[in-house]
């Protein structure tokens, strides 16, 4: 096992009727920014239960976040935290909203001149940050118990993500009845983004980390087991609760405690969004297995764990083969050709960014512009 420092200091409230513990969480004497998306917290309640919460504070709310938040809508909410002299946000909403408080909350307090040089370091010039707490309405990306957020440029088609210990939420309220109201296709996105960020931690080689492991297959194992259920029967308490708190773990940094990491599937994702506006979990869908065949040799001792513990099956083809049967049997499609994208021309594209910044991912870190290109152009 190789060294690690681990801290997470996110209080999770979980459970039916926990939003009202906002009340005491939320600090009163200061203007508290509510900022959440394109409105489904207005048609589903939570909008209501959270205002119900915060009756005692003042409030100031920001709304239209985007999923994939932009720069662009984000500096505006600097403009109002600023202006009205904000010391705490509270996000209400999925990722996108969360990710977005959390670069709010370093830009409102940066010194130098342009807030996206925050994306560019990936968060080494972040030296202070408003408090943030949430109320998570999608599970999916684990922002709600992390250090990270992605954020697009729409100007030059960017999207780059920073990680800073300093934007851990203090809070996050995780009340599956506030996800009752979530399409089927952003549960299937959701349970994919956790199936991926489970992955991205141990599909990679053995490091004598067997807890870290097992850790990983309780959460894999868990998804595939609640992922029927919660897509047919949204209401399900316990099933969605489950897959909550899969999310949850999935993301909330401890999985990875002193293993290799992959990310490169990610990586690549980002760039997919980015220049076709794929969701993420659908990116993350067509890149993973082509990853995976890409470094076969390299993966086959873990692939065929893997596919030992949690499938059943004896080869690491097996396992591959497995994960794509899962990913269509929840409606995920996993080729660039059901988007109609071309996969050289994305291959291209890709390789481009990469090349020009100089990037390697992967827990070996040579998946680089030539090894994405090769990865996408066999996803056709
Ligand atoms: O905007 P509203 O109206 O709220 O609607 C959202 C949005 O359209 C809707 N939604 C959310 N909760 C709902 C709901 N609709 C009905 N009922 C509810 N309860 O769902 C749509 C998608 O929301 P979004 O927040 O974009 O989805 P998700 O949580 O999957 O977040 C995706 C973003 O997170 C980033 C992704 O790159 C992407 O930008 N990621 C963040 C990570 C992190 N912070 O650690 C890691 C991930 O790998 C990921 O990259
Ligand atoms: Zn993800």
């Known amino acids: 096992m190789q060294n690690f420092s681990y801290k997470n200091p996110t209080e999770i409230l ?16 200061t203007p508290v920014l509510l900022l959440y998306g394109g409105g489904s917290i207005l048609r589903n309640g ?8 915060l009756c005692q504070h003042r409030v100031i709310e920001f709304g239209g976040i985007e999923a994939n938040p932009l720069l662009e809508t984000c500096l505006q909410a600097v403009a109002v935290v600023k202006k009205a002299k904000i010391q705490f946000i509270l996000a209400v909403g999925g990722g996108s909203v969360l990710d977005a408080a959390k670069f709010i909350a370093a830009a409102a307090l940066f010194k130098g001149r342009d807030p996206w040089a925050i994306l560019e370091t990936h968060g080494a010039n972040v030296t202070a940050a408003l408090p943030v707490g949430t109320v998570l309405t999608l599970p999916a ?7 990270n957020a992605v954020i697009s440029r729409a100007a030059t088609q960017e999207k780059l993500h920073f990680t800073s210990a300093l934007v851990f939420p203090v809070f996050s309220v995780l009340d599956p009845t506030t996800t009752y109201s979530l399409p089927k296709k952003f549960v299937r996105n959701g349970l994919v983004d956790a199936f991926v960020h489970t992955m991205e931690q141990y599909l990679t080689f053995p490091a004598a980390a067997p807890l870290q492991d097992r850790f990983s297959e309780a959460v894999l194992q868990t998804l595939v087991e609640v992922a029927p259920v919660t897509l047919a029967k949204p209401r399900n308490y316990d099933a969605r609760a489950s897959f909550m708190w899969s999310a949850t773990l999935a ?20 760039e997919l969004t980015a220049f076709y506006g794929l969701d993420h979990a659908e990116t993350l869908a067509i890149v993973m297995p082509g990853v995976w065949k890409y470094k076969l040799e390299a993966k086959r001792a873990k692939l065929e764990q893997y596919g030992r513990r949690v499938w059943g099956v004896k080869t690491a083809a097996a396992a591959c ?4 049967q899962f990913f269509h049997a929840i409606g995920m499609p996993t080729r660039l050709g059901d988007y109609k994208i071309n996969a050289a021309e994305a291959a291209a594209k890709v390789a481009e960014r990469f090349a020009a910044r100089g990037d390697a991912f992967g827990e070996h870190g040579d998946i680089d512009a030539k090894a994405a290109a090769a990865i996408l152009r066999d996803r056709k």
């Open 141 to 147: 990306t684990g922002s709600e118990s992390n250090g």
């Open 14 to 29: 979980f459970g039916k009727g926990m939003i009202a513990e906002l009340a005491t969480r939320v600090p009163r004497k």
């Open 321 to 324: 083969a497995k994960t794509e």
């Open 251 to 270: 993301l909330n940094t401890q999985l990875g405690c002193g293993v290799p990491q992959d990310w490169a599937t990610h990586m690549i994702g980002h």
């Open 46 to 53: 939570v909008h209501e239960q959270v205002k119900a919460a």
